[in-house]
Every structure is written in structure tokens, then in C-alpha cells.
């Protein structure tokens, strides 16, 4: 067996060895990363819109929304989220009094009210993640989980959309949310305006005349279940299942109810008209003001302008003081650098006298070249004649 061959035969065996330990290491490392990922998301409380992404969907990420969902879910929705859990379920036997006014969401179907995408879209993250923080009807529906940490919220939206097959079936023709522009400034024209829209869309037949929900259609109205309906009570601004600021029902009117009766306006009321009927719908609140909404909606704008040349201009403070600190340890380095040009000034100042020293030589032989240039005087001038 020759020599070359053996070595060949090591070299191989330790390029695997070392294979092996890379892969193991490699795998180590991604495993306690796949381990800690969770965690470094954000653990917020409180809030209503995301501060941060949601942590990557793996089988850990589910299994943990799974927790949460049996935890805080599945009394309402039911163990296969359907809507069917033993709160609706055995509410009318056991606790009829507090029985839900509506059947829990079923999440199998992937039929939502509340999104920002239009009719018969799926909702975003970001919509499913603001219904979970914010809730819905206060003391009817679910209830607001803002005090879960952000990332726990996350986890329990992957779960619940692993719950249907549209999230797969519909992943490449997801819409996108629809855009809402600044609210116009109402007035006494607007309200009127919004009077008429709301008759031209027969919206009395549900909602009521002065929008109590106590419409002649009222008592007919079934969601897409069957299962009876109350039409919203626009008086007050608690009992909307969406949001009730002026976007927010803007938003409303614009993607409609999924589920219900509730339609969307977007192919039926141009902008301008959508927004003079949010006004006169938010007109029939018991607390409502013109002069505070016409207020609210100018300090709105102003702290929107104020951002945004914030945004542009100013400089944050964090960024100024690293500035000046960088450029305070910059300024030994500048006056290190002086006494080399000063050291560097006496070599110059001595070669002057030399160029000085020079300079007479070169004055000396100016006047004898500048003589020998000169046309030579006769020696002797002619003698004057004798008087």
C-alpha cells in the first residue's frame, strides 16, 4: 500500500470528520437560534397596533398559539373553531342570563367582519392582530387581550388561521388593505349631505330614522349562519364592533361587514359622499359636538404636518449628541497633528537666510552686467579749444 494512498485515505476521513462536526455544529446553533427567536420579539403590552413583526410561522410558534388558544380561546370558539364552544353552547342551560348576544367567530370558515380589505377578502395580520387587542363590543363579544405580550398575540393568529384551508388556498390573491385618506372637516352642509346619503341608502330600514338600530327590517335581519342580528345602535359609539373614530367607520362603510347583513359602499358612494354620510352617522351620538369633531379632526392634521417635518428636518437628539461626541474625539487627533506642522516651520525659516545670502551675489553681478551692456564712453574727450 503506497504511501500517496494512505495519505489520501486520511485526508478524506478528515475532511468527513470535520463535515460532520460543521453540520453539528451548524445544526446546534440553529436549534438554540430556532430556541431563542421567540423571545426576541417584541413582549409589548397594551398596545393596540403591532411594534413589531410577527415571529416566523414554524411548528413551535403554532404549538404555542395553540396553548394560548386553549387557554383563552376555545370557552367561546371551541375546540375546533367553530364558533361552538360550551360559552355559546350551553349558555341557554346554564347561564342564560349571560348568554352570548352572538355566536363566537368561526374561524374554519375564515369569514371576518372587521378588516381593512374589501368585501370577501381575507383579513390582514395586522387586522386580526388589532381585533385581538382592541376587542369588540365591550362586555357582548370577545373581549380586548391587549395585556397578552405582542408576541403571544402573534402566536394565537398563526394558530387560528391554521384552522382553515382559505389562508392556503387564497395566499397569492390576498388583497391588500384599502386606503383611507384624512378625514374632511365637517360642517352644518356636510350633515345635511350625509342626511341624504343616508336615505339614498335606505340605511333607516335597518338602523332607524334617528340610527337607535330600531329599523321596520330590524327584527328580520340574520347573519349568514341564520342565526339573528341587531342592527348597530349609532347613538352610541361604545356598542360598534369596528372602529368608531371617523376612519374607522369610514373603513366600515368602505369594506363592509363580512357575514352579515352589513353591505359595503365602495362601488356604490364615491369618496366625498362616504365621507359626508361618516359625519352624519357620527352626528347621531348622544355626546355629539360639531365644534369638538371640527376641532379634533384640525389638531389631527397639525400633529400629522408636525411629524412629518420632524421626519424630515430635525435631527434626533440621540444622533446630535453621538455627533458632537465623535467630533470632540476627533479634535486631539487635529491638535496632535499641529506641533508636526509648527516642528516643520523652523527647517523653513533656515533655508531662508541662504536664499537671502544668495541674493547679494546676484545683486553684485547685476551692475556689471547691467555696465557691460552699456556702449563704451570714449577715454578722453577732445580738448576744448583756448580763447
Request: aromatic share 8%; hydrophobic share 40%; proline share 8%.
Amino acid at each position: 500500500m503506497s504511501k500517496t494512498f494512505v495519505a489520501g485515505v486520511f485526508a478524506i476521513a478528515a475532511a468527513l470528520a470535520l463535515g460532520v462536526t460543521l453540520a453539528q455544529t451548524a445544526k446546534k446553533e440553529g436549534a438554540e437560534a430556532a430556541r431563542a427567536s421567540f423571545f426576541s420579539y417584541s413582549s409589548a403590552t397594551g398596545n393596540i397596533e403591532p411594534e413589531g413583526k410577527s415571529p416566523p410561522i414554524d411548528p413551535k410558534l403554532l404549538a404555542h398559539g395553540q396553548w394560548v388558544y386553549r387557554g383563552l380561546c376555545i370557552g367561546c370558539h371551541g375546540v375546533k373553531g367553530d364558533g361552538n364552544g360550551g360559552v355559546w353552547t350551553l349558555g341557554d342551560k346554564y347561564a342564560k342570563a349571560h348568554k352570548l348576544p352572538r355566536q363566537p367567530r368561526d374561524f374554519t370558515s375564515a369569514v371576518f367582519k372587521v378588516r381593512s380589505t374589501p368585501s370577501g377578502s381575507l383579513p390582514t395580520d395586522v387586522d386580526l392582530f388589532k381585533a385581538i387587542s382592541r376587542g369588540l363590543v365591550a362586555d357582548q363579544d370577545m373581549p380586548s387581550f391587549s395585556y397578552l405580550p405582542e408576541r403571544d398575540r402573534w402566536a394565537v393568529i398563526a394558530y387560528v388561521k391554521s384552522l382553515s384551508k382559505r389562508w392556503i388556498e387564497e395566499k397569492d390573491f390576498q388583497e391588500p388593505s384599502i386606503a383611507v385618506g384624512d378625514p374632511t372637516i365637517p360642517d352644518a352642509a356636510a350633515l345635511v349631505a350625509g342626511k341624504e346619503v343616508y336615505a339614498k341608502m335606505q340605511c333607516a330600514k335597518c338602523h332607524g330614522p334617528t340610527g337607535k338600530g330600531d329599523g321596520p327590517s330590524a327584527a328580520e335581519l340574520t347573519d349568514d349562519a341564520g342565526l339573528p342580528i341587531v342592527p348597530r345602535d349609532f347613538s352610541d359609539a361604545s356598542q360598534f364592533v369596528a372602529g368608531s373614530d371617523p376612519r374607522g367607520v369610514y373603513q366600515t362603510f368602505t369594506t363592509g361587514l363580512d357575514g352579515t347583513p352589513m353591505p359595503s359602499f365602495a362601488d356604490f358612494l364615491q369618496e366625498p359622499e362616504r365621507w359626508q354620510l361618516v359625519w352624519y352617522v357620527m352626528s347621531l351620538r348622544n355626546d355629539w359636538n360639531l365644534d369638538h369633531a371640527r376641532k379634533d379632526v384640525r389638531q389631527s392634521a397639525a400633529g400629522k404636518g408636525a411629524q412629518a417635518d420632524l421626519g424630515k428636518g430635525a435631527q434626533p437628539a440621540a444622533e446630535k449628541a453621538a455627533q458632537a461626541d465623535a467630533d470632540k474625539a476627533a479634535q486631539p487627533a487635529d491638535k496632535a497633528a499641529q506641533p508636526a506642522d509648527k516642528a516643520a516651520q523652523p527647517a523653513d525659516k533656515a533655508a531662508q537666510p541662504a536664499d537671502k545670502a544668495a541674493q547679494p551675489a546676484g545683486k553684485a553681478a547685476q551692475p556689471a552686467a547691467g555696465k557691460a551692456d552699456e556702449p563704451v564712453q570714449p577715454a578722453d574727450k577732445p580738448a576744448q579749444p583756448s580763447k
